[in-house]
Structures are given as structure tokens and as C-alpha cells.
């Protein structure tokens, strides 16, 4: 089994480390706000092609299953050429996807966008979360969650914007190029800084780690993100569609649910790398599925539109720890720096919003999206007990003998 990598020297991280971990914060905080930007606007998108709450389901499920792809094509590449080339190229395409799903005048073009997004947003996703861990790994300590936390910032940024474009009665192509126009340029300038591959590789003989790495160790990690994501992906996809049909809210309101649960979530990975050293992930993990599951039962049973974005915040302060614990185990438990752990780990992310997009907009069909978030409920339970996987492992300690 691999063995965590030990501390470096980074009590005092040296400038390169610095600029690096800066430079993934850009990065994170673009994926945040570029996500948030077009997730808002689910529901504006359902009106405007005219799509019922099936046909919604299936186009969501474009993004997730070409994600899925696009992490593939990017895991491949980084081992090749470093996460820093595949995000220089496939962020800027994410953020161009975005306006182009809001200028699209039919549905056939509006798919295209979404592939168009997806391979973008799984590129991101896997080359960040690889940046993230290798910052990590130079800096001998917990900072992942850190990049999490501004990607959540930005994301209620995202959110926030969305809110005030609808009240001041913006179109969807001005509500996202307002956004992505910069969004781009931060991205562009932000890869010049990242971690190099040869500062991010700690071994060279990445194919043959591949063929030897065992999966055992990270089911666990696997299944909290699919589990994660199925919450997550209830949320973003048809949080808006819930404020909206369930609780009857304004334009102006709808975007405040996936804000709340992003605000909330913001604020405990601030300080989630703190606890993570004081009380061990394991830990962190399973309390957070605790409270991720007391978020989704306020939601179903919420009978005002406060209590149910604050049903929504809860939620986000539950499923806040999970991912970057996973990429952040999974990197632990592979010391030489390959990405295979984490690439893995981050498919299951997209397993997990299939299954929330099928599964939340299936049960709304038959009955209604109250009915369909009892769903991610129940599997936000499951996540309690499989955070026993996120326990660091030792090296065994071999036995005494008596001369």
C-alpha cells in the first residue's frame, strides 16, 4: 500500500511555492464563479428552450457524462505534459462555453455548448484538484480545502451576479460574457504560475504506477464523492428549479439557494484545514455527513422559502468537507505524484451527478421535486459511515523480536 508522503520542508515555503499556490487559487476561483454563472440559470435556460422537467434531466446529463470524458482526456495529458498545459487550454474553453450556452437560439446548439462546457469543466476540475494536491505535497501540510473554499467564494460571487442580472432584467449572453470576459483573462494569466510538471511529478515512471495502483484503498474516497455529488448535483441543477416551482419564489430569489448553500460552504472550508490537523479527516468527514443529511431533511420539509434556503446552507456546511478530504486522501495515497488516485477519485464526482441529475429528475417527474430531494437525503447518510476510508494509514510497525 502506498505510503503517505512525508513533510517537506515548508514550514517556510519558498516564493516558487508561493506563486504556485497563488496561481491555484486563480485557478479554483474561475472553476467557482464559471460553474455558479451558468448553474443559476437552470431554470432561465428550461424557460427559454421551453424544456419539461424530463427533458431538463436528460440535457443535464450531457454535462456530467462528457465531464466524465473530458477528465479522462485531461488525466491522460497531464501525465504526459503536467496539469498546467491541460488547464491553460481547457479553461479559457469553459468560460467560452458559458456564453456560448447563453447565446444558443435552439436547443440542438444549446447541447452542443453544454459538450462544449463539459470536456472544458472535466479538464478543470481533474488539472485543478492535481495542481492543489501538488501544492500540498510542497508545502508539507493541509492547504486543500483552502482552494475549495475560494472556489465556493467564487461561486457565491457567481450566484450573487446571477440575482442582480435578473433584477436589473439582463439577457442570458450579457449575464454570462459580464462574467467570463475576465474570468478568462485571470485564468490565462494565473497558468503561467502553476506548478510545473517536473515540480508536480515526484516519480517518472507514471505508467507502470498506474498499472500496479490498487483501487481497495480509495472505494471509500470513490464512493463519498459519488455520494457527495448526487447532494451537489441536486442542488445546482435543480435547486433553482425548486425555489422556483416548490416554494414559488421571485426571480430574485431563486439564485439565494444555490447561494446559500455556497456561502455556507465557503466558510467552513476557510477554516477546514485547521480542523482537519486538529481532529483527522475520518473525522471532519463523518460529521459533515451528519450534518449534510439534517440539511436535506429541513429542505424536504420546508414550508417558507427562509427556511428552505437555510435548509440549503446547512446542507453546504455538511458536503463542504468532502471533496477536498477525498482529493486530499487520495493524494496521500499516491506519494508519487502520478494523479492516478485523484483522477480516479474525481470520476466518481461525475458518476455522482449523473446519478443526481437521473435520479432528482426522475422522481420529480412521477411526483415533485420535494418527493426528489428525499433521494440525495438518504445517500448523505451513507457518506457518515464510509468516512471510516479517510483515516490516514501508517506504515505497519514490525513486530518486536527477543534476542
Same mark, same amino acid.
Given at each position: ?31 467557482? %464563479? ?21 427533458? #431538463?434531466?436528460?440535457?443535464?446529463? *450531457? ?5 466524465? !470524458? ?25 468560460? *467560452?462555453?458559458?456564453? #456560448? ?8 446548439? #444549446? ?16 488539472? &485543478? ?19 475549495? !473554499? ?9 450566484? %450573487? ?49 498506474? !498499472? ?8 471509500? /474516497? ?24 416548490? &416554494?414559488?419564489?421571485?426571480?430574485? *430569489? ?15 472550508? *476557510? ?11 475520518? &473525522? ?22 427562509? /427556511? ?10 455538511? %458536503? ?84
Amino acid at each position: 500500500m502506498p505510503t503517505p508522503t512525508p513533510p517537506s520542508s515548508s514550514s517556510h515555503p519558498m516564493k516558487r511555492d508561493r506563486q504556485a499556490r497563488l496561481a491555484t487559487f486563480a485557478v479554483f476561483c474561475v472553476q467557482g %464563479l464559471t460553474f455558479a454563472t451558468l448553474l443559476t440559470q437552470v431554470a432561465a435556460l428550461q424557460r427559454k428552450h421551453g424544456l419539461s422537467d424530463g427533458e #431538463l434531466s436528460i440535457l443535464l446529463l *450531457v454535462v456530467p457524462v462528457i465531464a466524465g !470524458a473530458g477528465s479522462v482526456l485531461a488525466g491522460t495529458l497531464a501525465a504526459r505534459f503536467g496539469s498546467r498545459r491541460v488547464l491553460r487550454g481547457f479553461q479559457p474553453l469553459t468560460c *467560452v462555453a458559458v456564453v #456560448l450556452t447563453g447565446l444558443a437560439p435552439t436547443l440542438p446548439l #444549446l447541447v452542443a455548448a453544454l459538450v462544449l462546457f463539459g470536456v472544458g469543466l472535466g479538464g478543470v476540475d481533474a488539472g &485543478m484538484n492535481m495542481q492543489g494536491v501538488a501544492v500540498e505535497r510542497r508545502y508539507g501540510r493541509p492547504v486543500l480545502t483552502g482552494f475549495h !473554499a475560494l472556489w465556493s467564494a467564487a461561486a457565491v460571487i457567481g450566484a %450573487l451576479w446571477a440575482s442582480a442580472a435578473a433584477g436589473r432584467h439582463l439577457d442570458l449572453p450579457a449575464t454570462f460574457a459580464i462574467a467570463m470576459v475576465p474570468a478568462a483573462a485571470v485564468a490565462a494569466v494565473a497558468a503561467h504560475w502553476l506548478c510545473l510538471p517536473e515540480e508536480e511529478h515526484v516519480a517518472a515512471e507514471t505508467t507502470r504506477t498506474e !498499472a500496479r495502483f490498487p483501487w481497495k484503498p480509495i472505494i471509500p /474516497l470513490c464512493l463519498a464523492m459519488a455520494f457527495l455529488y448526487v447532494g451537489d448535483a441536486s442542488i445546482s441543477n435543480f435547486g433553482s428549479v425548486f425555489m422556483e416551482k416548490i &416554494m414559488n419564489a421571485s426571480a430574485s *430569489v431563486v439564485p439565494l439557494a444555490l447561494g446559500a448553500y455556497q456561502a455556507t460552504t465557503f466558510l467552513v472550508r *476557510v477554516g477546514g484545514d485547521r480542523f482537519v490537523q486538529r481532529y483527522g479527516p475520518a &473525522m471532519i468527514v463523518r460529521i459533515g455527513g451528519a450534518v449534510a443529511t439534517l440539511g436535506f431533511v429541513a429542505i424536504v420539509a420546508a414550508p417558507t422559502q427562509p /427556511l428552505a434556503i437555510a435548509g440549503f446552507a446547512l446542507t453546504g456546511i455538511g %458536503l463542504s468537507v468532502v471533496a477536498p478530504q477525498s482529493f486530499s486522501t487520495a493524494g496521500r495515497l499516491d506519494p508519487a505524484g502520478t494523479g492516478v488516485a485523484i483522477a480516479r477519485v474525481n470520476m466518481f464526482n461525475y458518476v455522482g451527478f449523473i446519478v443526481g441529475a437521473a435520479l432528482v429528475g426522475g422522481i420529480a417527474e412521477a411526483a415533485d421535486y420535494r418527493v426528489a430531494f428525499a433521494a440525495p437525503l438518504a445517500l448523505a447518510a451513507v457518506i457518515i459511515v464510509l468516512a471510516r476510508g479517510f483515516q490516514p494509514r501508517t506504515p505497519p510497525v514490525p513486530p518486536l523480536t527477543v534476542s
